[in-house]
């Protein structure tokens, strides 16, 4: 009687566990994931034969209705079918150079415990049957050239913004480089955002929740500008100065608008603890979820500008002077706007390209100078001992011109991963980028470079390519670790992209994230501030003569 008893207890939670109905979430997912791999994989849709984003729509309907897997995994099925039968063309055959770069590419989610068999073999037959573009190897693709530009989408309909959060959850989904070494899983963040969405009040809730959504792809290169509705712009006011965070404090690093930092007797050097009430620390947190940004470094560059913006004029700051606070009742302005000839004379002053420093040093400013100054910058600095390379800020495309002159032979210097577009999801190894030529007459001192959080990109980039010198030394303090180009699109509202190609070091060693790598570590103090030093500067020149 006991057996029996178990048996049939087995076979009714069987069947009840069948039966069970699915969340929202759940569906949902599973429908986004599909959605998008017959997007890039199904030949019918990923060759434009259909009116892909309406056949969404029509189906969420029916997908909101199914209230068991087994009614959900037909509808996924029969609308597979309404396609019309993939050719069998397998196996596809990989040009025997691609070597793939598979750390992206997971399509195990076939596998879903909502998927019934039959779907899930017709999943696997399509990647075996995919599409196959005629751009196998164009390395300057753009993985949103074949996406609409979505500007007549209503974001206040719920079934429009699921749409859009399909769109772009997808396009990261398979054209990302750096899925890989997010903190989180792209499949998790999906899961986390999908209820966001479908509650979102009005669509400017829906692109503070679409917003948030891009900064977990822990990318600098990440962007999300989002486009006032007309009639609510606001007209932001600043603090008369920047400055750099050091201890969760904020340190006055360059003054912007003379005459109002002048009134309120605002200097470099001096350290804000709080604005209206709140600690620099309370201004980071609320905002980490705000800011795309490929490491803590970057993140705390990145912050200083929405705490030194404000919305309304009267701003109460706390300064620490002396190890005592100090409270200064303020009236910020729009000092670019109002002071504007003021601001470029002080903050945008003229900056030298390269000059002579004591003790036959030579100085570059990556910053400003451009491949036409090059050779004057060559004549004037051939003979010294050391050149100081200052990349703490944005080069101007002078890597080959100077890469030519430091090195005494060719040599690579970056390799990348490029998406293999008849594999979506994977990527391949594409040959690198070198630097300089046989040259004997080659630069022979020592070679120092300048970074810190101000480095990016181009500014990495360039540092790789300067490190092929083999004389050279980096000094500084952890870089942006964004590089590579960079995939921008428009949508209705807002803008966004992120990086789309993968970046390495000729023995693949990842550069996202990490960034450049100081040989020396050094990072300026409040008090080497206050005194008007360069600390990094002063490292570099007491390297260059102690060789330590």
Not at 143 to 171: E, H, I, Q, S
Not at 301 to 314: A, G, H, M, R, Y
Request: hydrophobic share 35%; charged share 30%.
């Amino acid at each position: 009687m006991q057996k029996t008893t178990l048996i049939l207890l087995v076979i009714f939670l069987q069947i009840t566990f069948s039966y069970a109905k699915i969340t929202e979430t759940e569906k949902l997912s599973a429908t986004c994931k599909v959605w998008g791999f017959l997007k890039y994989y199904h030949p019918k849709v990923a060759g434009g034969e259909l009116n892909w984003d309406n056949q969404l729509l029509e189906k969420l309907p029916k997908i909101e209705r199914a209230q068991t897997k087994e009614e959900f995994s037909l509808i996924l099925e029969n609308w597979i079918d309404e396609l019309g039968p993939v050719k069998e063309v397998a196996p596809i055959a990989v040009p025997k150079d691609i070597e793939f770069f598979d750390k992206n590419f997971d399509l195990n989610w076939f596998n879903n415990k909502l998927f019934s068999k039959k779907l899930s073999k017709k999943l696997k037959f399509i990647e075996q049957n995919r599409f196959q573009s005629d751009e196998e190897f164009d390395p300057n693709f753009d993985g949103f050239k074949n996406l609409k530009n979505y500007y007549d989408l209503d974001y206040n309909n719920r079934d429009l913004r699921t749409l859009m959060l399909f769109a772009y959850w997808n396009v990261i989904e398979y054209y990302f480089p750096y899925k890989y070494v997010m903190d989180q899983k792209w499949d998790r963040i999906l899961e986390q955002t999908l209820p966001l969405v479908l509650e979102a009040k009005d669509d400017i809730e829906f692109l503070s929740v679409m917003k948030k959504m891009s900064t977990n792809l822990n990318d600098g290169h990440v962007m999300f500008h989002i486009y006032p509705a007309k009639g609510t712009v606001k007209n932001p006011v600043y603090f008369p100065a920047t400055g750099k965070i050091i201890d969760n404090k904020l340190v006055v690093t360059e003054i912007l608008g003379d005459s109002l930092a002048e009134a309120y007797n605002i200097k470099k050097g001096d350290v804000i603890t709080k604005i209206n009430n709140k600690t620099i620390k309370e201004y980071i947190d609320e905002n980490r979820d705000l800011i795309s940004a490929s490491n803590e470094a970057s993140l705390l560059n990145k912050v200083i500008n929405p705490i030194l913006t404000s919305d309304f004029e009267n701003v109460k700051v706390e300064f620490l002077k002396d190890g005592k606070s100090e409270r200064k009742e303020m009236v910020w302005f729009n000092y670019h706007d109002s002071h504007r000839n003021e601001y470029k004379k002080g903050a945008m002053k003229k900056k030298d390209k390269f000059k002579l420093l004591d003790n036959n040093i030579g100085y570059v400013n990556m910053g400003v100078i451009k491949p036409k100054n090059i050779p004057d910058m060559i004549e004037a600095l051939k003979s010294t001992k050391a050149i100081v390379f200052d990349m703490r800020n944005y080069p101007q495309n002078t890597w080959k011109e100077i890469s030519d002159f430091l090195n005494p032979e060719e040599k690579k210097f970056a390799i990348y991963t490029y998406p293999y577009l008849n594999y979506p999801g994977k990527y391949f190894w594409a040959n690198g980028t070198n630097a300089g030529f046989h040259n004997k007459n080659n630069y022979k001192g020592k070679v120092i470079v300048l970074l810190n959080e101000d480095s990016v990109s181009q500014s990495e980039w360039t540092a790789m390519c300067f490190q092929t010198a083999g004389n050279t030394t980096i000094i500084g303090s952890q870089t942006a670790g964004a590089d590579g180009n960079v995939f921008e699109f428009d949508f209705k509202r807002f803008h966004t992209g992120f990086s789309g190609i993968g970046v390495y070091y000729p023995d693949r060693r990842k550069t996202q994230r990490i960034g450049i790598v100081p040989d020396i570590e050094v990072k300026p103090t409040s008090k080497g501030i206050q005194e008007g030093r360069d600390e990094v500067l002063e490292r570099a020149l007491a390297f260059i003569e102690t060789g330590k």
